[in-house]
């Protein structure tokens, strides 16, 4: 045989091993698939589409309170978790130990609370006073108005007024007509004189009569009405100022002498204040950092206290997932620390602005725990499941089995009747709609009820030499 022929013969031999040694390793990983196929029958149920985060749980009010001066510690009223109601006092200073100044604002309070009270009683004895000076003031320009009214031309008198002055004119001109005849025929010394007497009188009565019917007429003259004229606007601006003052009295202390007393007396018991330490709100005593006998210093912490009755998760939550998120919504949490509870909650608050971390962006979420019990604590972490979406009878496909190719989303199928066997499988592109940790909803798809899904389908690779037709049987997914 020639050399060329043996070596023919050698090559094609190696040829031959090679691919009985590939279609055994392909039969051997199908076989191996095979074996571990599981599958899943589809169905229709419900499912509801959920936003996994995890937050830290934090009080809604938190306060660290600390001491403002110096001094000695003398009792502390609270012990730790003790439950405490708002203004409760909590620890004080031994007045001993204070230092001068509040001694100073101790006597500042008397003073300011003093001035204060003047401030009042003053304005009271004042108010009344302009008072009577206001109603004083009206009457004089009540006066003045009347004079100067009655004095123009015709006011002085009625009707009827008039009619009796010139009645007593007329009665005084006709005794003086008679005493000037009794004048005329007196004789004698004693009967003359006593005639001019009667004369006289007689003349002195007409003259005032015939004046004061003038004045009823006539009203009176430029410098009398200049007076009253004088005396109305003096008795106006009199009232006007009356009133002003009034005003400016009747309801009380002017605001601003109230405000810088009632200023001195809030600095002076700002400063009061600090000798003792007081609970800003009702809570929990979380937190001890003093005893008696302390000697503390501004700033010394003393207490934490904690509102545990409203107790919140903060998370994020990103842009992809965020308007999935509303106000209410329902909340599952739970918390590694307590085992086999769930916990409800509610959507609190959703920001509106994202932040931008390492490239992606998420909005910060507040939830409020709704049934919050003594396992629960600040600080505790909690994993959140934020329900976005509840959906009814759908056609639910597990997670498990869907994969992605060639930039789709598929599952593998058992075809009908066929054995659960790689060479049997249907690859079947779907869209999905909403999701949970373990279903999602088939929008579109030849899936139906009843169908077989294969769970943990084999790699790509296998299903890529079955296709090629290097497997035995052939591809799964026809010629």
Same mark, same amino acid.
């Given at each position: 045989?020639?050399?060329?022929?043996?070596?023919?013969?050698?090559?094609?031999?190696?040829?031959?091993? @090679?691919? %009985?040694?590939?279609?055994? !390793?392909? =039969?051997?990983?199908?076989?191996?698939?095979? &074996?571990? #196929?599981?599958?899943? *029958?589809?169905?229709?149920?419900?499912?509801?589409?959920?936003?996994?985060?995890?937050?830290?749980?934090?009080?809604?009010?938190?306060?660290?309170?600390?001491?403002?001066?110096?001094?000695?510690?003398?009792?502390?009223?609270?012990?730790?978790?003790?439950?405490?109601?708002?203004?409760?006092?909590?620890?004080?200073?031994?007045?001993?130990?204070?230092?001068?100044?509040?001694?100073?604002?101790?006597?500042?309070?008397?003073?300011?609370?003093?001035?204060?009270?003047?401030?009042?009683? @003053?304005? %009271?004895?004042?108010?009344? !006073?302009? =008072?009577?000076?206001?109603?004083?003031?009206? &009457?004089? #320009?009540?006066?003045? *108005?009347?004079?100067?009214?009655?004095?123009?031309?015709?006011?002085?008198?009625?009707?009827?007024?008039?009619?009796?002055?010139?009645?007593?004119?007329?009665?005084?001109?006709?005794?003086?007509?008679?005493?000037?005849?009794?004048?005329?025929?007196?004789?004698?010394?004693?009967?003359?004189?006593?005639?001019?007497?009667?004369?006289?009188?007689?003349?002195?009565?007409?003259?005032?009569?015939?004046?004061?019917?003038?004045?009823?007429?006539?009203?009176?003259?430029?410098?009398?009405?200049?007076?009253?004229?004088?005396?109305?606007?003096?008795?106006?601006?009199?009232?006007?100022?009356?009133?002003?003052?009034?005003?400016?009295?009747?309801?009380?202390?002017?605001?601003?002498?109230?405000?810088?007393?009632?200023?001195?007396?809030?600095?002076?018991?700002?400063?009061?204040?600090?000798?003792?330490?007081?609970?800003?709100?009702?809570?929990?005593?979380?937190?001890?950092?003093?005893?008696?006998?302390?000697?503390?210093?501004?700033?010394?912490?003393?207490?934490?206290?904690?509102?545990?009755?409203?107790?919140?998760?903060?998370?994020?939550?990103?842009?992809?997932?965020?308007?999935?998120?509303?106000?209410?919504?329902?909340?599952?949490?739970?918390?590694?620390?307590?085992?086999?509870?769930?916990?409800?909650?509610?959507?609190?608050?959703?920001?509106?602005?994202?932040?931008?971390?390492?490239?992606?962006?998420?909005?910060?979420?507040?939830?409020?725990?709704?049934?919050?019990?003594?396992?629960?604590?600040?600080?505790?972490?909690?994993?959140?499941?934020?329900?976005?979406?509840?959906?009814?009878?759908?056609?639910?496909?597990?997670?498990?089995?869907?994969?992605?190719?060639?930039?789709?989303?598929?599952?593998?199928?058992?075809?009908?009747?066929?054995?659960?066997?790689?060479?049997?499988?249907?690859?079947?592109?779907?869209?999905?709609?909403?999701?949970?940790?373990?279903?999602?909803?088939?929008?579109?798809?030849?899936?139906?009820?009843?169908?077989?899904?294969?769970?943990?389908?084999?790699?790509?690779?296998?299903?890529?030499?079955?296709?090629?037709?290097?497997?035995?049987?052939?591809?799964?997914?026809?010629?």
């Amino acid at each position: 045989m020639k050399r060329r022929t043996i070596i023919i013969i050698i090559v094609s031999a190696l040829v031959l091993a @090679g691919l %009985a040694f590939g279609i055994v !390793s392909a =039969q051997q990983r199908q076989q191996a698939s095979t &074996d571990d #196929l599981q599958t899943f *029958e589809i169905s229709y149920g419900s499912l509801s589409a959920v936003v996994d985060e995890t937050g830290e749980v934090y009080a809604e009010q938190t306060a660290m309170m600390f001491w403002k001066t110096t001094g000695i510690v003398g009792e502390v009223t609270v012990e730790l978790e003790e439950e405490v109601v708002a203004e409760q006092i909590l620890a004080t200073l031994n007045k001993s130990s204070l230092p001068q100044t509040i001694y100073l604002a101790q006597q500042e309070l008397i003073n300011a609370e003093r001035a204060l009270e003047n401030l009042f009683e @003053g304005a %009271a004895e004042a108010a009344a !006073s302009t =008072q009577l000076a206001l109603a004083n003031a009206r &009457d004089a #320009l009540d006066d003045a *108005e009347y004079r100067w009214t009655l004095n123009q031309p015709g006011n002085r008198a009625s009707d009827e007024e008039l009619k009796s002055a010139k009645a007593k004119v007329t009665i005084a001109n006709k005794r003086l007509t008679q005493a000037k005849q009794r004048k005329d025929n007196a004789s004698g010394k004693i009967a003359n004189a006593q005639a001019q007497i009667s004369l006289t009188n007689a003349i002195n009565q007409y003259q005032s009569a015939v004046w004061y019917l003038n004045w009823l007429k006539v009203g009176a003259d430029e410098i009398e009405m200049a007076i009253f004229d004088a005396n109305v606007a003096v008795g106006l601006a009199n009232l006007e100022a009356a009133e002003r003052e009034y005003e400016r009295l009747k309801d009380g202390p002017d605001p601003d002498d109230i405000t810088m007393a009632e200023a001195r007396i809030a600095a002076a018991h700002a400063s009061l204040d600090m000798t003792s330490i007081t609970a800003p709100f009702g809570g929990v005593i979380t937190s001890v950092d003093v005893l008696p006998g302390d000697l503390v210093a501004p700033n010394t912490l003393a207490f934490r206290i904690d509102n545990l009755k409203n107790l919140l998760v903060d998370v994020g939550v990103s842009e992809i997932d965020i308007n999935q998120i509303k106000v209410g919504q329902p909340v599952t949490l739970t918390f590694d620390a307590v085992l086999g509870k769930e916990y409800q909650g509610e959507i609190l608050e959703v920001s509106l602005v994202g932040v931008q971390q390492q490239g992606l962006v998420s909005f910060d979420v507040t939830i409020k725990l709704l049934d919050a019990d003594e396992d629960v604590r600040p600080g505790l972490t909690a994993a959140v499941e934020i329900v976005v979406r509840q959906v009814e009878d759908a056609l639910l496909v597990p997670n498990r089995a869907v994969r992605w190719v060639k930039g789709e989303q598929v599952v593998y199928l058992v075809s009908d009747g066929e054995k659960v066997i790689v060479s049997n499988l249907k690859r079947v592109p779907l869209t999905l709609g909403a999701s949970s940790d373990e279903f999602s909803e088939l929008i579109d798809g030849d899936i139906k009820e009843g169908d077989l899904v294969v769970l943990n389908p084999p790699s790509i690779n296998i299903f890529e030499e079955m296709e090629s037709g290097h497997a035995p049987g052939g591809g799964p997914f026809g010629p």
